[in-house]
């Protein structure tokens, strides 16, 4: 089954650091989706991205965030001065069409750890 | 707005035994998609199933079933002659149909299988 891939595993940083987290989604996909789990949490939708550009995003998806699918393969999230409640699992997803009538493809996750 | 409350927080079985997680959801909406995705201790989302609102057949998979009602708005999930490996954290999720791919999710149910 194709996957999404997503790097680093664990990424551990300073308060006030800018941090890159990187997904490579499946190949034909066209919609790319961040989602949030903090520790013993619910997950979180965070933003979706279509076209080049952000098609929804959550309140918690304020200015210090931004996505970016800087070529035709990768699909980053971006936290430009990181604080302590942005530590969390961070997934990232992909499908072919937009809404439910099509399985989202998860990534394994990236544990950011902000200290 | 839409909601899914997952009131089980923690579940402990022993092995072979069965086992139903509850899921109740909140949605104005008419036509809706439900998921079922389990977080082993590794910590990916594992898809399990996906029903959208106008199919109320009840399903089976191996071990698996489902029990969709929309007249108490439940999608209960039940593991059959459970096993260790089995136990994870069951998220219940949420879509509307003319939406992205916005999942709403629960809070999750912890299932221990015990030995």
């Known amino acids: 089954e194709p996957e999404v891939t997503q790097t680093p595993s664990h990424q551990v940083t300073q308060m006030g650091q800018e941090v890159i987290l990187r997904c490579v989604p499946i190949?034909?996909?066209?919609?790319f989706y961040w989602y949030r789990q903090i520790l013993g949490q619910k997950v979180e939708f965070l933003v979706s991205?279509?076209?080049?550009?952000?098609?929804?995003k959550s309140e918690i998806f304020d200015d210090q965030f931004s996505v970016e699918r800087p070529d035709g393969s990768n699909f980053t999230l971006k936290i430009r001065s990181t604080k302590l409640e942005d530590s969390a699992m961070y997934f990232c997803a992909s499908s072919g069409y937009s809404g439910g009538d099509e399985k989202l493809f998860f990534g394994s996750g990236t544990q950011l750890s902000v200290l | 707005a839409q909601k899914v409350t997952q009131a089980q927080t923690e579940i402990s079985v022993v092995e072979k035994e069965d086992v139903t997680l509850d899921c109740v959801y909140e949605?104005?909406?008419?036509?809706?998609?439900l998921f079922w995705y389990k977080q082993p201790p590794s910590g990916e989302l594992v898809f399990l199933i996906r029903r959208n609102s106008f199919d109320e057949q009840n399903e089976i998979s191996g071990r698996y079933s489902w029990n969709f009602q929309k007249s108490t708005s439940s999608f209960n999930f039940t593991i059959t002659a459970s096993q260790v490996v089995d136990s994870a954290v069951y998220f219940c999720?949420?879509?509307?149909?003319?939406?992205?791919?916005?999942?709403?999710f629960g809070s999750g149910t912890r299932l221990l299988v015990r030995p």
């Open positions: 991205f279509y076209n080049n550009e952000i098609s929804e």
């Open positions: 190949s034909n996909h066209l919609y």
């Open positions: 949605t104005r909406d008419t036509t809706y998609y």
């Open positions: 999720a949420l879509i509307l149909m003319d939406s992205s791919y916005k999942l709403i």
